[in-house]
DNA sequence: TGGTATAGTACACAAAATGATACTATGGAG
DNA sequence: CTCCATAGTATCATTTTGTGTACTATACCA
């Protein structure tokens, strides 16, 4: 393995993919291509409409996701990812695929 | 891209990797096999005694690390990855490299 | 006229994560 | 006798995260 340099990377990756929800609505995004606000709530819904906001902004402040209004009534608004957060695939596709295997041994630890 | 389960798995993925510092605690044991408590400190002086203790009791909690204490004194206490939980080298890998291209771009965008 | 839908904001509050600092036990070195 | 080192624990303060509820504007539908 490569050896981790001083100022340690991860804490940015990380800056962006941890927070409780983050990762899920990347997923979706990048599963859906699009999303209106309210459709997000529906997929997620023991989502708070506050927490849904502030975790899209801090993902539109960091580029990894798109916001277009759009100008009517009532309003519309579009979300998806940024070609920049498209990089971000490799890591959020490991992580799906090793939840699901670590839901298995959990089976196998309890004897289900 | 696959469909999300029902349950979707990764939040189980992400219990065990979010935190500020499990990913880094991680990477440098995948790097050095094993690691005493405070070389781990020494790696990561920003983080407190306290998180530290933390974090690896939760890693031991999960099978993803083995803490092998020896009766001496001083104590000596080595930490070192499971089997299992080497499972997570792609994640971490990909973690780590998205990490460095991350400070580019930031870089970039700062005209750095 | 009243209800529904959208994408939020504002405020009060609770809970969880993290941090700062001090403290412990004890063998060995000087 | 004093100080250092190790691997923690204990206590308190602060920060981050999350919840609950109420509120907004306005087109459309009945």
């Not at 708070?48 to 902004?57: D, E, F, G, P």
């Not at 996701?65 to 759009?70: K, N």
């Given at each position: 393995?490569?050896?981790?340099?001083?100022?340690?990377?991860?804490?940015?990756?990380?800056?962006?993919?941890v927070g409780k929800w983050k990762p899920i609505i990347l997923l979706h995004l990048l599963q859906k291509g699009t999303l209106r606000f309210n459709e997000l709530r529906r997929i997620m819904p023991e989502i708070?409409?506050?927490?849904?906001?502030?975790?899209?902004?801090e993902l539109e402040d960091e580029d990894i996701?798109?916001?277009?209004?759009?100008p009517q009534v009532?309003?519309?608004?579009?979300?998806?990812?940024?070609?920049?957060?498209q990089t971000l695939e490799p890591i959020l596709e490991a992580m799906h695929e090793w939840g699901m295997n670590h839901t298995m041994h959990k089976m196998k630890q309890k004897n289900m």
């Open positions: 393995m490569e050896k981790i340099p001083e100022y340690c990377k991860v804490e940015d990756a990380l800056g962006i993919l708070t409409q506050k927490m849904l906001t502030k975790q899209l902004r996701i798109d916001r277009v209004v759009y009532p309003p519309k608004v579009e979300y998806s990812i940024t070609k920049y957060g």
